[in-house]
């Protein structure tokens, strides 16, 4: 059974970047996509971004200018990084795995990771 | 971006009723909508995929059916573990996006 394990700084001053890693257990990374999500409190889902295991990334558009994806095969990682965090980027940050099928749904994901942004 | 809007946002549901959900896009998504239950403080788990298909290990009190552009999850003889909140997704187009959520509650 695969699973996803979220790890990172809970507080982050704004303006700062968040750093987040999600180690993969119980399975390989390939052949398949990663993807981050978040979840502002109280609020819905939204999908961050992707990274494949050749290492190939897409964002979403809304977030896109300030992100990056890493991937560390050996370690069965792969990483977040998000510049100049404000409070609204506040949420629980998770990380997940498109299915096996191939559609884009997600089928397997972290407990999350909650990220306050606060001075 | 394609726009999923939730309804209601809270239905009140009393054990052992049925619980209708519904979904609609603000456009084409063809079938490529997925149902996902979260409980507090638990990750989000995907219910159902392709509008109607469940994932193993969902119960087949689940049900999803399409319409166009509505979608509608029905959860017969509502259980004490199915009061939880389910949010829709859509992955027809980029970026996926998600549905504000409907939360089940007990009535």
């Known amino acids: 059974q695969v699973q996803l394990q979220e790890s990172g700084p809970g507080l982050v001053k704004p303006s700062e970047t968040l750093s987040l890693t999600c180690t993969v257990s119980?399975?390989?990374?390939?052949?398949?996509?990663w993807s981050w999500l978040r979840q502002p409190p109280g609020k819905g889902l939204e999908w961050i971004g992707y990274?494949?295991?050749?290492?190939?990334?897409d964002y979403n558009p809304s977030l896109q200018s300030r992100l990056t994806i890493s991937l560390d095969k050996s370690k069965n990682q792969f990483s977040l990084q998000v510049k100049s965090m404000t409070a609204a980027d506040t949420a629980i940050y998770y990380c997940?795995?498109?299915?096996?099928?191939?559609?884009?749904?997600?089928?397997?994901w972290g407990q999350g990771a909650l990220v306050i942004v606060s001075s | 971006e394609t726009v999923l809007t939730q309804s209601p946002a809270t239905l009140y549901v009393s054990p052992g009723e049925t619980a209708t959900l519904s979904c609609r896009a603000s456009?084409?998504?063809?079938?490529?909508l997925a149902w996902y239950q979260q409980k507090p403080g638990q990750a989000p788990r995907v219910l159902m995929y392709?509008?109607?298909t469940r994932t193993t290990g969902t119960p087949d009190r689940f049900s999803g059916s399409e319409s166009a552009t509505e979608f509608t999850l029905t959860i017969s003889s509502l259980q004490s573990e199915d009061f939880a909140l389910y949010y829709c997704?859509?992955?027809?187009?980029?970026?996926?996006?998600f549905g504000q959520g409907t939360k089940v509650e007990i009535k």
């Open positions: 997940a795995r498109r299915s096996g099928s191939g559609a884009w749904y997600f089928d397997f």
């Open positions: 119980g399975g390989s990374m390939s052949p398949y996509f």
């Open positions: 990274i494949h295991h050749t290492g190939s990334t």
């Open positions: 456009q084409s998504v063809s079938s490529d």
């Open positions: 392709a509008a109607s």
């Open positions: 997704q859509q992955y027809n187009n980029w970026p996926l996006t």
